[in-house]
Nanobody
């Protein structure tokens, strides 16, 4: 069992950057099903970025070119670098490692 914990959220102005971290309680080296999702009140949780089964990266069209997902297996950590943030990126961001979800971290982008 790998319990993820997100960190790095906060309040940032439009155009700014944030880096989210997702620290797992166990080894992630053998896990391919990993990704970042976000949710706003009243809407379904949506995919932001993930690692594919082939080990490559996949992004939602709305964040392509602005966000980058990465992982450090030695640290049991996954990251989401978010640049050129927009107010519409405001949401609670969740990480998924295997079949385990974190509790989320709030990202608020002011205009």
């Amino acid at each position: 069992q790998v319990q993820p914990v997100e960190s790095g959220g906060g309040l940032v102005q439009a155009g700014g950057s944030l880096r989210l971290s997702c620290l797992a309680s166990g080894s992630i080296g053998s896990i391919n099903n990993m990704g970042w999702y976000r949710q706003v009140p009243g809407k379904q949780r949506e995919l932001v970025a993930r690692f594919t089964s082939a080990g490559s990266e996949s992004y939602a069209d709305s964040v392509k070119g602005r966000f980058a997902i990465s992982r450090d297996n030695a640290k049991n950590c996954m990251y989401l670098q978010m640049n050129s943030l927009k107010p519409e990126d405001t949401a609670v961001y969740y990480c998924l490692i295997g079949y385990f979800w974190g509790r989320g971290t709030q990202v608020t982008v002011s205009s």
